[in-house]
């Protein structure tokens, strides 16, 4: 049988200040050619599918348009719910929509219950683990002690002991939202840690042939049979150097697994650039930089001024700005308070300036500022709110 893995779509989610609705109808057209192309058998999405419990309308109509295309290609396909999905509000109408063929698991207490699948060789029974938010579901699943991985734990002991009732050599899935030890965090993660830790090892999926995994966006083998597709699209600069992709998975008549990665489109290239400003807009090595989504660190000491209109006049997808100037680090040992003793306001308020900007008020400014003190020491409203 042959496998689709894919999860964490976050559909409805930006990129910075870019829309990537598009990029993502962009990614289900891609997903339903490869279905239709490599012979896809079924489909497995392992959670997130929206990025927050009430997503946009637009994010909510591609969902539905890629089940409409999913069920007239007559491939059955398996979904969990993730940390970002409302699980409640994603479910509704799960039962109905299983008649055309698309499974979708929500419900953490049914997660002992297979959708079973044919092939030649027999049976695949798919058992969909939605996100399991510990304090949630520990009296569901009689655990003492709510931490992800005694429920994860508790969950795989009623998938296998489901598949201990099944047909001998009836082959297994898992569908699980988790952070497996091992596995790689990105920025882009909505952290799961409750109350300690938030990895389960990967030996809680043992007994299963293939265990699909969502939840970190980067794709990654943790062993051969216990997966992340990774997101289809970066959301965050810490995405960098991902290649995006999902696994195609040939289950074989003995439960053993070959997976092949295949790339999903990249609507536009990402590129971190770090250094002074009049350097990141002269250094020729950035010009195959000049198309991509960029974040620039400027490393300036003194901040210069409009980074962003003259970044983007070379770079115009820049999107992140980061300022990190390279000076010497204020002595530790100075208190605040004891930096502030004996100082006057104005003091203090150019230093501030100085501070942030790199550079202090210049004449003009520091009229400013003590323009501003006289009128508030003048003002006896201000004084009385003070008191
Ligand atoms: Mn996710």
Redesign the pocket.
């Known amino acids: 049988m042959r496998l689709l893995h894919t999860s964490?779509w976050?559909l409805g989610r930006a990129f910075h200040r870019v829309n990537m609705l598009g990029a993502q109808a962009d990614f289900i057209g891609h997903l339903v050619a490869t279905v239709r192309e490599r012979g896809v058998d079924a489909v497995v999405v392992s959670g997130?599918v929206y990025d927050r419990a009430v997503p946009p309308l637009a994010a909510v109509e591609l969902f539905d348009d890629v089940l409409h295309r999913l069920a007239d290609l007559g491939v059955p396909t398996v979904m969990i719910s993730?940390n970002?999905d409302s699980a409640r509000r994603l479910g509704v109408g799960a039962g109905l929509i299983d008649r055309a063929g698309i499974h979708l698991r929500t419900e953490p207490s049914a997660c002992g219950t297979p959708v079973l699948l044919r092939d030649a060789f027999g049976d695949v029974a798919f058992y969909g683990l939605p996100y399991l938010e510990p304090a949630l579901v520990r009296d569901e699943f009689g655990v003492e002690k709510a931490g992800h991985e005694s429920v994860l734990a508790a969950a795989m002991d009623r998938v296998r002991a489901d598949l201990a009732t099944r047909a001998p050599g009836t082959r297994s899935v898992v569908l699980a939202h988790a952070f497996v030890t091992g596995g790689e965090a990105s920025d882009s993660?909505r952290d799961i840690t409750v109350g300690g830790v938030a990895a389960v090892p990967a030996g809680v999926f043992d007994g299963v042939d293939y265990a699909a995994l969502g939840?970190l966006?980067g794709s990654q083998t943790i062993t051969e049979r216990v997966r992340y597709s990774g997101?289809p699209l970066p959301y965050s600069f810490s995405e960098t150097d991902h290649r995006k992709s999902m696994w195609l998975v040939d289950l074989a008549a003995d439960g053993s697994v070959e997976a092949e990665r295949l790339d999903c489109p990249v609507p536009r290239a990402l590129a971190r650039i770090r250094g002074a400003l009049a350097d990141l807009l002269a250094d020729p090595e950035l010009a195959r930089h000049e198309e991509a989504w960029v974040e620039a660190t400027l490393t300036d000491a003194v901040r210069p001024a409009d980074p962003m209109a003259r970044l983007t006049e070379r770079f115009p997808h820049t999107l992140s700005l980061v300022f990190e100037p390279e000076r010497a680090p204020d002595d530790p040992d100075v208190s605040y308070a004891r930096r502030l003793a004996g100082r006057s306001d104005q003091q203090i308020a150019e230093d501030f300036v100085a501070h942030v900007r790199g550079a202090g008020p210049d004449e003009r400014e520091q009229a400013v500022l003590q323009d501003a003190f006289d009128t508030v020491r003048a003002d006896d409203t201000v004084r009385e709110v003070a008191r």
Request: aromatic share 0%.
């Open positions: 964490d976050h997130d993730g970002h993660e939840h966006h997101s």
